[in-house]
C-alpha cells in the first residue's frame, strides 16, 4: 500500500493538493497522512512567564490543529466511497521541516505531495519560503510539488530531465517508473543540451538510463534535446499537460551553508505542471 504524505497548513489551499492526489492515485491502495504542525509563541516570553501560563495556553494550538485534521478527515472519509483510500491525520509540535522529516522514516513515506503555490498568488517568480524549505530539505522520497491550475489527464506524459552527467540510480528510475504505471502514462527523457554536443559519459549515462527504463516498463521512451538547462521552463509552458521530474543532486557545501539553491528551486513554479523532485 502506498503512502502519500500531505502538509496541512490552515489555510483552504491544502484542499487542492488532497483533490488532486486522491484523483492521481485512484487506482492504486493507499493511505493518505494529514500532518499539521503547529508551535508555542514563546520567544517573547521570559521563563516565569512560561513557567506561569495556564493549560489553555498550552492546549489551543494543539487543539487548533487537531480541530482542522479532523475536519478534513470527516470531509475525505465521507466524500471519498473509495476502498482502495485510507485517511489518517498527524497533529505534531514541531517545525515543518522536522515535522515531515520525522514522519517520512516512520511510516516509511512513498511521496510527499503539496501545492506549491495559492491561488491568490500570482507570482510564478519565485516559490514560497515553506515551499523551497521542502524542495531543498527533504530528501527521503521523492516530493512532487503541485501548481493549483494542474489537471490530470488520461495517458499523461511524464517527462524525466537531466544533463546526464551523472548517471540516475536504479532507485530513482524505479520510483519515476513507478509513477509512470500507476497512471498508465507515456514516457520522455528531456536532455539538457544538444546531441551532437554530448560527452561520453553523457552518452552512456543516457544509454544505461534508455536500457533501465525498458528493462522496468518495457517500453522505448523517446529523447529529447534542449539547449541548455534553462530552456526547460520554457518546455514546462509549452507542455502544459505533463508531468515534470528532475533529479535533484546531492547538495554541495555551498547550499547546505544556505549560499546556493538547488536547480529546481531556481527554475521557479511551473504555471501548470507537477514537478517531482527525485534525489541522487
Known amino acids: 500500500m502506498k503512502k502519500i504524505l500531505i502538509p496541512i497548513d490552515t489555510s483552504q489551499h491544502s484542499l ?23 508551535s508555542y509563541g514563546v520567544n517573547g516570553l521570559d ?37 482502495k483510500h485510507q485517511f489518517n491525520e498527524i497533529s505534531e509540535c514541531s517545525d515543518l521541516i522536522d515535522g515531515i ?16 503555490k495559492s491561488k491568490e498568488d500570482n507570482s510564478l517568480k519565485k516559490y514560497s519560503k515553506n515551499t523551497e524549505r521542502i524542495i531543498e530539505s527533504i530528501r527521503e522520497c521523492p516530493v512532487m510539488v ?17 544533463s546526464f552527467e551523472k548517471a540516475i540510480s536504479i532507485k530513482e528510475l524505479e520510483s519515476w517508473s513507478k509513477l509512470l504505471r500507476l497512471v498508465k502514462g507515456k514516457g520522455r527523457l528531456v ?36 539547449n541548455t538547462k534553462k530552456d526547460i521552463k ?7 499537460d505533463c508531468i515534470l521530474s528532475i533529479v535533484d543532486r546531492k547538495p554541495n557545501i555551498w547550499r547546505r551553508l544556505g549560499f546556493e539553491n538547488s536547480e529546481i528551486v531556481n527554475l521557479g513554479p511551473l504555471q501548470c505542471t507537477p514537478l517531482i523532485a527525485l534525489h541522487a
Open 16 to 38: 487542492e493538493a488532497i483533490d488532486y492526489a486522491i484523483k492521481f492515485f485512484k487506482r492504486e491502495d493507499c493511505e493518505f497522512f494529514f500532518l499539521n504542525t503547529y
Open 101 to 116: 522529516k520525522k514522519t517520512v522514516k516512520t511510516l516509511d513515506i512513498d511521496i510527499v505531495l503539496f501545492l506549491g
Open 234 to 240: 520554457q518546455f514546462a509552458q509549452s507542455h502544459p
Open 146 to 162: 503541485i501548481p493549483h491550475t494542474a489537471n490530470i489527464r488520461k495517458n499523461q506524459e511524464f517527462i524525466l530531465a537531466s
Open 191 to 226: 536532455v539538457f543540451n544538444q546531441a551532437s554536443d554530448l560527452t561520453s559519459t553523457q552518452k552512456s549515462n543516457l544509454a544505461h538510463t534508455i536500457n533501465r527504463i525498458y528493462n522496468l516498463n518495457d517500453i522505448v521512451v523517446p529523447v529529447q534535446y534542449l
Open 47 to 83: 521563563a516565569l512567564s512560561l513557567l506561569q501560563a495556564d493549560d489553555d495556553w498550552f492546549d489551543e494550538p494543539k487543539l487548533k490543529s487537531e480541530k482542522i485534521l479532523g475536519r478534513l478527515i470527516k470531509k475525505y472519509s465521507s466524500i471519498n466511497k473509495s476502498k
